[in-house]
Nanobody, 124 residues
Framework: QVQLVESGGGLVQAGGSLRLSCAAS????????MGWFRQAPGKEREFVAT????????FYADSVKGRFTISRDNAKNTLYLQMNSLKPEDTAVYYC?????????????????WGQGIQVTVSS
């Protein structure tokens, strides 16, 4: 069982930056593939970024590629999402997720554990 708690969200102006963190409980964090997803009002939850257990593989949604960076610190049981050049369309609730497999994965259905989500609002 893994518990995930996101932090670092908030309100930022377009062009600004935020860094989301996801603190994970449990001793097996380093064995999980991890991901970030987001859900805007009235829309489906969508993939943002994913990272393998070692951090050696990362993948991004086209909409955030070149602006967002996913990373992890296994010694601290923490996942990060650095978000730069934010746009109003990035406004959403952001969710951290963990999967039992160690590889990165873009599909929402491949994730077993989810955080409660954190709001990110980008004003124009």
């Amino acid at each position: 069982q893994v518990q995930l708690v996101e932090s670092g969200g908030g309100l930022v102006q377009a062009g600004g930056s935020l860094r989301l963190s996801c603190a994970a409980s449990g001793r097996t964090f380093s064995s999980y593939g991890m991901g970030w997803f987001r859900q805007a009002p009235g829309k489906e939850r969508e993939f943002v970024a994913t990272i393998s257990w070692s951090g050696g593989s990362t993948f991004y949604a086209d909409s955030v590629k070149g602006r967002f960076t996913i990373s992890r610190d296994n010694a601290k049981n923490t996942l990060y999402l650095q978000m730069n050049s934010l746009k109003p369309e990035d406004t959403a609730v952001y969710y951290c997720a963990a999967r039992g497999g160690s590889a990165a994965h873009t599909a929402r259905g491949q994730y077993d554990y989810w955080g409660q989500g954190i709001q990110v609002t980008v004003s124009s």
